[in-house]
């Protein structure tokens, strides 16, 4: 059997195994606390953590009318309510075509997040805490604080709405946001770790329908972001400082263009040395427009996003030579088409084009940097995969979506990858061509991804598998396979 075969096998009998606890643990009845809860997220073993999430999970599946819902179990006081996640997965890659790393790599990736929140008339607050951990990683893995960032605070907020009707709301403190098309800002989804900012955000509500939001953060800093202790799961507060900011406004203007909603935004991006964090030195505005059309049966829709990027900063954050000008572009353009069938089958043509440096000898940087955004539902997973970035890349995409049954969703994607500039590096696998004479073209890769309802609104499993042929600056055929269980409660 081959290392792809063993490892989707592995992945998919880890799966097994929660199910088959979640399935064992449904005769239980024990009560539940608030404090049991935090203990489980206080366990060393991620398997036994996910045990007792099952457990408490499959409590609540016998009732077929709605998903459990942990808050329902605790019968909180008005106002309150506390709910969760927990997800399980494995990733295998083979024949890695990013330097530096082992060439066939896996590993386990846990994630288990709680959510308490209370309201009262027009103030609420929220704690969100996450714990995110892996096993099985080797020295020589794919490893950093995307994948491994244990127990720290994800959201800590104060809210409070100006008036009655929620159109103007002021967050402030720790918190995560999507903004637009998570291009440029998301919260994360696939990724083990989220992004987080500390800050102040406002959002308001307007009577003709646009929405308009600004914010004014620091980056939260995962930590601890050494190897040694990532791979030993260690713990160490995440903090963010004044070595980065980030300034936004983002207006959403549904009534601008008739069947079609319109975004416009700028963001702000400051960073500095501190006496222990070095820095690229950035200072980048960032200007966007976005235009997309709803998706409806025999229909065609579609989406436009131009990004513009201007400012300075350093060709890396370990020297101190003189500071590069930045100017960089992105183009996104898709068009869909939604069949009227029982399976809502969708296809999407898609066209991604992110600029370049074109001569890293010039004293100008041209390579478009995608702030805090997320490659995922474009490129494919990060984790082990991640291959893809928002820069230096022309791709054009073909991605086919639907719902054999009501609990089954399906994706294939197949994709061509192209650099913008032959002589810049490939996003995240530091494979380049300084003289440009390897050419621009990648390769391709296929994508296929399952989602299983198993038990709607509680326990789904997911899993994927990407076949990369990549050519001139790599010859490697990479696989890339994950499998997952998640428990929502």
């Known amino acids: 059997m081959n290392t792809r075969a063993s490892g989707l096998l592995y992945g998919l009998s880890h799966c097994r195994e ?61 106002g309150f309510s506390l709910s969760g996640t927990h997800r399980s997965r494995f990733e295998n890659i083979t024949e890695n075509v990013r330097q530096g790393t082992s060439k066939n790599d896996q590993v386990f990736a846990f994630r288990t997040i709680l959510n308490a929140e209370y309201r009262s008339g027009q103030f609420s607050t929220q704690l969100e805490l996450m714990d995110s951990r892996q096993s099985g990683a080797t020295r020589d893995s794919i490893i950093g604080n995307g994948v491994v960032n244990t127990l720290d605070i994800l959201q800590a907020t104060l809210n409070y709405s100006l008036n009655d009707n929620n159109n103007t709301r002021i967050k402030l403190g720790r918190f995560t946001a999507d903004w637009g098309s998570r291009r440029l800002i998301a919260r994360n989804r696939f990724r083990n770790t989220l992004n987080a900012f500390d800050g102040i955000e406002v959002c308001q509500q307007t009577a003709s329908g646009n929405s308009y939001r600004y914010m004014a953060t620091r980056p939260v800093r995962r930590l601890p972001d050494d190897r040694a202790s990532l791979l030993d799961n260690d713990r160490e507060a995440d903090d963010s400082s004044r070595a980065l900011s980030l300034y936004g406004i983002h207006a959403t203007l549904p009534n601008l263009f008739e ?71 992105f183009q996104y353009a898709m068009l869909g088409y939604s069949f009227d069938m029982p399976s809502r089958l969708r296809l999407q043509l898609e066209l991604d084009y992110a600029s370049g440096d074109n001569n890293p000898f010039d004293g100008d940087n041209e390579r478009f940097d995608s702030l805090f955004g997320v490659t995922t539902f474009e490129f494919g997973p ?5 291959v893809f970035s928002r820069s230096n890349l022309i791709s054009p995409g073909l991605r086919l979506t639907g719902n054999p049954t009501s609990r089954i969703n399906l994706m294939l994607s197949y994709r061509h990858f192209w650099l913008a500039e032959s002589r810049d590096s490939w996003g995240s696998t530091g494979l380049s061509s300084l003289s440009g004479d390897a050419g621009s073209y990648l390769g391709q890769h296929l994508e296929s991804r399952i989602r299983w309802d198993i038990v709607p609104g509680n326990a789904r499993i997911e899993g994927g598998l990407i076949l990369l042929n990549a050519k001139n600056l790599s010859d490697n055929n990479s696989e890339f396979v994950y499998a997952g269980v998640e428990l929502t409660f």
């Open 382 to 386: 990060g984790g082990l995969y991640g």
């Open 18 to 78: 929660q199910i088959k606890i979640h399935h064992n643990n449904l005769k239980t009845r024990q009560a539940l606390s608030l404090s049991s809860v935090f203990t489980a997220l206080e366990l060393t073993s991620p398997g036994l953590t996910a045990l007792v999430l099952a457990a408490l999970v499959s409590q609540g599946i016998q009732a077929a009318e709605s998903p459990w819902r942990l808050n329902d179990a605790l019968n909180l006081p008005e």
């Open 259 to 329: 069947a079609l909603t319109s975004e416009v935004y700028f963001y702000a991006l400051r960073e500095q040395d501190t006496p222990s964090i070095n820095t690229r030195d950035r200072n980048l505005d960032t200007l966007g427009f976005r235009f997309f059309s709803a998706p409806a049966l025999r229909t065609f829709d579609f989406e436009l996003e131009s990004i513009f990027q201007d400012g300075k900063l350093r060709s890396n954050a370990t020297t101190r030579n003189s500071k590069l000008d930045h100017r960089a572009f």
